[in-house]
């Protein structure tokens, strides 16, 4: 078993920064560890993923260039670092741990990854 806690979001304006982390706990080793991210009458839609080197990361085109994901202490804690919020980021943003490693193809599929934490909520004021 693998256990999620998100921390960080909250309110913040356009332009600004912010980052989330999210800490696991029990089996604290995934192949790949991931953001995703759903907005107000949306469905859930992939953000950013990492894989257990900390040097495999993807990024959905929304937020390339302006979202960093990075890990510390082999993926225990993994952090999307997101900068330029904009309006649309506005979002409850999960962290999803795999228990296998996960293809480019698979990423964005929410059925590949078996562990979620709660979720935390990021509004971006315009």
């Known amino acids: 078993q693998v256990q999620l806690v998100e921390f960080g979001g909250g309110l913040v304006q356009a332009g600004a920064s912010s980052r989330l982390s999210c800490v696991a706990s029990g089996r604290t080793v995934s192949p790949s560890t991931a953001w995703f991210r759903q907005g107000p009458g949306k469905e859930r839609e992939f953000v950013a993923r990492i894989g257990q080197d900390g040097v495999t990361k993807n990024y959905a085109d929304s937020v390339k260039g302006r979202f960093t994901i990075s890990g510390h202490n082999a993926m225990n804690t993994v952090y999307l670092q997101m900068n330029s919020l904009k309006p649309e980021d506005t979002a409850v943003y999960y962290c999803?741990?795999?228990?296998?490693?996960?293809?480019?193809?698979?990423?964005?599929?929410?059925?590949?990854?078996?562990?979620w934490g709660q979720g935390t909520q990021v509004t971006v004021s315009s």
């Open positions: 999803a741990a795999a228990l296998h490693p996960v293809s480019v193809r698979r990423m964005a599929d929410v059925g590949q990854y078996k562990f």
